[in-house]
T-cell receptor
């Protein structure tokens, strides 16, 4: 039982390049989330999904797209990377939404855009 | 209005002395409150949560927090710090006001001196 895994762990991109971050969970959770973490700002929600085939915008969605084609996977895409997207990205999952259901976090992906 | 305010960005204590990490929240609805810990280069781990049951909540590794509605506070404490407690700690609120999503504070970095 690996929990929540993220691929890759580190990446360096040039401005304008594209990439996809992969999140996988093996807990049969319905809900999945992508956050970014910036110094002094905590974690901010980018996009989330309430089930296979569904996605929704979070607090800071601009410049990102997501897809949830399979229940266990949640992909985060950057079509044209910008230096402002340099951050640490965390994926999380939960069985349901709401405070009674713990969100489980992956180890993070550190992305640098030059 | 800031939904979660962690009053100290850095706290430094000596090993064996008490730890106090302060958090104030704002919510028009009954909130759920959480503390998460992040060790260097790791994902986030849930320490404890308050979801309208007992106001004094005990978590893992000897940490506890008290929900004080009159003061809108949820401070995290531990009687005796251990070197392994050195990490970043996040206070998090969830309520209907925020769509039942997690809203993170900016984080407090705890340093433990030997």
């Amino acid at each position: 039982n690996a929990g929540v895994t993220q691929t890759p762990k580190f990446r360096v991109l040039k401005t304008g390049q594209s990439m996809t971050l992969l999140c996988a969970q093996d807990m049969n959770h319905e809900y999945m989330y992508w956050y970014r973490q910036d110094p002094g700002m905590g974690l901010r929600l980018i996009h989330y999904s309430v089930g296979e085939g569904t996605t929704a915008k979070g607090e800071v969605p601009d410049g990102y797209n997501v897809s949830r084609l399979k229940k266990q996977n949640f992909l985060l895409g950057l079509e044209s990377a910008a230096p402002s997207q340099t951050s640490v990205y965390f994926c999380a999952s939960s069985y349901e939404a709401g405070p009674s259901y713990e969100q489980y976090f992956g180890p993070g992906t550190r992305l640098t855009v030059t | 209005a800031q939904s979660v305010t962690q009053l100290d960005s850095h706290v430094s204590v000596s090993e064996g002395t008490p730890v106090l990490l302060r958090c104030n929240y704002s919510s028009s609805y009954s909130p759920s409150l959480f503390w998460y810990v992040q060790h260097p280069n790791k994902g986030l781990q849930l320490l404890l949560k308050y979801t309208s049951a007992a106001t004094l909540v005990k978590g893992i590794n000897g940490f506890e927090a008290e929900f004080k509605k009159s003061e809108t506070s949820f401070h995290l404490t531990k009687p005796s710090a251990h070197m392994s407690d050195a990490a970043e700690y996040f206070c998090v609120v969830s309520s209907m006001e925020y769509g039942n999503k997690l809203v993170f504070g900016a984080g407090t970095i705890l340093r433990v001196k030997s």
